[in-house]
């Protein structure tokens, strides 16, 4: 038999919850970023990309007139990392617009969103984590393990904290 009430028999503590940053902290972020990288905070914070799609994201995969991000692809060159990951993620039109000008500002010779800020080549999972890192550390509160990848539990908690369901958050991750 098993007892749930033994410490030898019971299910193993859970993991510690990841930090949710506040909206104050994100756009700090942001602010602490070189101006070349911060679309993409915008990206992982607003859209909820993986820092592996953000560094592939190309311009011909964000539709600015209808306000639609669709990743094709992960860094370097690979699939997505789940089937449902290439679905249309909808944007407001502020996010459309900023991310315009990013593209206007800094653009790429491999037609990618975010750049080195030269235009000469696109920026890596590895750089834009180095920057994120390099920020994260000007801003007070964050803990040393946030990670870009914490972006997008900010952005499921702004979902459910404006009253969308789960499974509507659930897809709006894919």
Avoid at 4 to 12: A, E, G, I, K, L
Avoid at 26 to 47: K, Q, T, Y
Wanted: charged residues 25%; positive net charge; aromatic residues 6%.
């Amino acid at each position: 038999g098993r007892n749930p009430c033994s410490r030898r028999t019971s299910s193993p503590a859970g993991k510690q919850k990841p930090y949710v940053a506040t909206t104050g902290q994100v756009w700090a972020i942001h602010d602490a970023l070189p101006e070349h990288m911060r679309v993409a905070v915008l990206l992982g914070a607003f859209v909820g990309l993986r820092v592996s799609e953000v560094a592939a994201l190309r311009v011909e995969d964000v539709d600015f007139m209808r306000g639609i991000v669709t990743p094709a692809i992960q860094w370097p060159n690979e699939p997505l990392k789940t089937e449902g990951s290439g679905q249309e993620i909808p944007i407001p039109n502020e996010l459309v617009l900023m991310i315009s000008e990013s593209v206007r500002k800094y653009p790429s010779d491999s037609g990618r969103v975010v750049t080195d800020g030269w235009g000469t080549d696109h920026a890596g999972p590895w750089t834009i984590e180095r920057h994120f890192r390099e920020a994260r550390a000007k801003v007070d509160g964050l803990p040393a393990k946030f990670t870009f990848h914490d972006l997008r539990h900010y952005l499921a908690s702004m979902l459910i904290a404006s009253g969308a369901d789960i499974k509507t958050v659930q897809a709006r991750l894919r």
